[in-house]
């Protein structure tokens, strides 16, 4: 199987902050890379898939990056609805292995 | 709209089994894959099984492959998973997860909101 990290495991930032979080995986998955946002309690939502293509309806402050092994998730400018849990997930082989995920919480 | 809404999830036994439903709608459901994903307490999120349009194909993660099935009923719209032999490990937040691709990549583009599931 392929494993997922990210970095960092949590951060704290404020409003207006840019915010990035790296997400590598144990070998090359091209671009086959996706990222969610899931706050508790809720339905996860998809936001960039294939490394860097926004989802339908996500805003463009969110910005996804990288190809092979490193990858990031960009928030250029961070809305109060945007404090979150984030996950990558890679879709190279199955199974389709998720990230610890990157709890993004108010400084 | 799409809507996946998750139910039967409960309080079990270790051993014991339980049924969970997705009711699917805003969406051709008969041309769709769809997955179960979980969330054990302060974990992340797990992939778990898969299903193709027609339930030829199936696949499961090894930490349920042979005591989980799923299936689906397109003229209802359901998607289903059989838990048997449950373990506390099992204990989650059970999600469905509509699957879509664009050319080779896939991604999951709507889930529901969940199901609880507690193995105690």
């Known amino acids: 199987d392929i494993q997922m990290t990210q970095s960092p495991s949590s951060l704290s930032a404020s409003v207006g902050d840019r915010v990035t979080i790296t997400c590598r995986a144990s070998?090359?998955?091209?671009?086959?890379l996706n990222w969610y946002q899931h706050k508790p309690g809720k339905a996860p939502k998809l936001l960039i898939y294939g490394a860097s293509s926004l989802h339908s309806g996500v805003p463009s402050r969110f910005s996804g990056s990288g190809f092979g092994t490193d990858f990031t998730l960009t928030i250029s400018s961070l809305q109060p609805e945007d404090f979150a849990n984030y996950y990558c997930?890679?879709?190279?082989?199955?199974?389709?292995?998720f990230g610890p995920g990157t709890k993004v919480d108010v400084k | 709209e799409v809507q996946l809404v998750e139910s039967g999830g409960g309080l079990v036994q270790p051993g014991g089994s339980l049924r969970l439903s997705c009711a699917a709608s805003?969406?051709?459901?008969?041309?769709?894959?769809i997955n179960w994903v979980r969330q054990a307490p302060g974990k992340g999120l797990e992939w778990i099984s898969y299903?193709?349009?027609?339930?030829?194909?199936?696949s499961y993660a090894d930490s349920v492959k042979g005591r989980f099935t799923i299936s689906r009923d397109n003229a209802k719209k359901s998607l289903y998973l059989q838990m048997d032999s449950l373990r506390a490990e099992d204990t989650a937040v059970y999600y469905c997860a509509k699957d879509a691709d664009y050319g080779l990549i896939s991604y999951f583009d709507y889930w529901g909101q969940g199901t609880l599931v507690t193995v105690s």
């Open positions: 070998q090359s998955i091209n671009n086959y």
């Open positions: 997930q890679q879709s190279y082989s199955s199974p389709r292995t």
């Open positions: 805003g969406f051709t459901f008969s041309n769709s894959e």
């Open positions: 299903i193709g349009s027609r339930e030829s194909t199936t």
